[in-house]
């Protein structure tokens, strides 16, 4: 099954900020889409961003603009660039395929931004 190990989450300041890894193993990661996802506490886990696997990204509007998604193909990993970061971007940040997850959840890295 497919696993997952996301990593570089922290505490950052509003306006703040940060960039993601994901690396992915047991995968043909190249052909798949891959996605980031985010869960609140008592949310639900919903995906923010993807990227095809020729590298076509889309975004969920709450991000538009501040997170830039990309992917290393040889090294089976998928980034997520966090800018210009707001409190209501905190949250458990986890990758897995998109737009449906088929993959074993990773743990998921934890970004809290707070002033």
């Known amino acids: 099954q497919m696993q997952f190990v996301e990593s570089g989450g922290g505490s950052v300041q509003p306006g703040g900020s940060l960039r993601l890894s994901c690396a992915a193993s047991?995968?043909?990661?190249?052909?798949?889409?891959m996605g980031w996802y985010r869960q609140a506490p008592g949310e639900q886990r919903d995906l923010v961003a993807r990227s095809t696997s020729s590298g076509i990204t889309t975004y969920a509007d709450s991000v538009k603009g501040r997170f830039t998604v990309s992917r290393d193909n040889a090294k089976n990993t998928v980034y997520l660039q966090m800018n210009s970061l707001k409190p209501e971007d905190t949250a458990a940040y986890y990758c897995?395929?998109?737009?449906?997850?088929?993959?074993?959840w990773g743990q998921g890295t934890q970004v809290t931004v707070s002033s």
């Open positions: 897995n395929t998109a737009p449906s997850p088929i993959g074993d």
């Open positions: 047991r995968i043909t990661f190249s052909t798949y889409t």
